[in-house]
């Protein structure tokens, strides 16, 4: 694996359990007293930012640090974009410090696939546009293999606008790689037209929502809304909330972050111990490790390095 960018493009059910186990390896990192491996030192990656984050930048910090690379994070506010510098000349200037790694996140989709073309930095997408979030799946299959074994034949329903969010797409795909049933349910209006062809089921109401083992809840895109999709929030969370009328004790909760308490989540159940919220983040961050490892030094890495096993790399 060169970049990724896409759970379409580049993510087979053989990459994603490769991955889910290197994360695993690299759990026992974030107990120790120090919180290092020598495994990318020397090796610089970029995280560059046009769109706000808390969850998947600090990870991506966290884990290339933990790898021991150098890491430079580029905010697209305070810096030249704001006088008028293009994405790709951004990418051409900041490739002169040689980066090994570009992580990169922007409300437009099909950038990072630009980006990888215009540096030779292995490039992963943090997110573009309405596109991918390729790592945010990955996460989340990490945490379900966690919580249920394995997710072969696991009922999961994603809930709320599925039109705007690359989350959405990118999970849909890889809980299906990995053997899950997935149902997708929102208003008319928040579906992508055609979202069947995925292989999915649509669901214009949460009615049987207890059918599902896993409950997937996704985050009005408020940014993302040009025209008024909805009548209200209100009117939203009235048929869509999960909440604990419609939640039952048996189910898991999970949500990407930000939660909009009160409207797709109610207080209570974000509260609850079914809901895997702290888990997803936790996750994040050896999933990340695992991303950036894979690409550096695994075996397709660019310079054709020998596949080390992540044990001899965690105590060289
Ligand atoms: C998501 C994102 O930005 O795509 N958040 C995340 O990365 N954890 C989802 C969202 O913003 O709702």
């Known amino acids: 694996m060169r970049h990724l960018i896409s759970v379409e493009h580049d993510l087979d059910r053989a990459r994603i359990e490769r991955i889910v186990e290197l994360a695993t390896s690299f759990e026992e990192v974030g107990n120790r007293p120090i919180k290092k491996v020598p495994a990318l030192r020397g090796r610089t ?32 506010s305070g810096s030249s974009v704001e006088k008028g510098e293009s994405l790709k000349d951004t990418v051409l200037t900041l490739n002169a410090h040689k980066p090994d790694a570009i992580v990169v996140r922007t409300p437009w989709a ?7 073309r215009w540096s030779g930095a292995a490039v992963v997408n943090a997110g573009d546009g309405k596109h991918e979030h390729p790592t945010q799946a990955l996460l989340d ?37 990995m053997g899950a049933n997935v149902t997708v349910a929102g208003p008319p209006t928040l579906i992508p037209r055609d979202l069947e062809k995925l292989g999915c089921t649509v669901r214009y109401d949460i009615e049987d929502l207890r059918e599902a083992d896993v409950v997937y809840a ?12 909805l009548p209200s929030l209100r009117e939203y969370a009235k048929r869509f909330q999960v ?41 994040g961050v050896v999933v990340r490790m695992a991303v950036l490892y894979e ?12 596949r080390t096993l992540p044990t001899q790399a965690l105590h060289a």
Not at 46 to 51: A, M, Q
Not at 110 to 116: E, K, N, R
Request: glycine share 8%.
């Open 141 to 177: 299959v990490y945490t379900l293999v966690r919580k249920l074994g394995a997710l072969d034949g696991a009922n999961i329903w994603i809930v709320g606008d599925i039109l705007h969010s690359r989350v959405a797409r990118s999970n849909i795909l890889a809980f299906q790689r």
């Open 45 to 76: 990656v970029l995280n560059l930012f046009y769109e706000v984050s808390t969850r998947t930048r600090s990870s991506f910090e966290l884990a290339a640090k933990r790898l021991s690379a150098d890491v430079v994070n580029f905010a697209a």
């Open 243 to 283: 909440n604990g009328r419609n939640l039952g004790p048996r189910q898991v909760l999970m949500h990407p972050g930000p939660v909009n308490r009160g409207v797709e989540l109610s207080g209570e159940v974000v509260d609850s111990p079914q809901a895997v919220i702290t888990a997803q983040v936790e996750g």
């Open 295 to 306: 690409l550096l030094e695994g075996a397709s890495a660019p310079d054709g390095a020998q």
């Open 218 to 229: 996704l985050r009005m895109q408020n940014e993302r809304i040009d025209q008024p999709f």
């Open 110 to 116: 099909g950038s990072a696939d630009l980006v990888a």
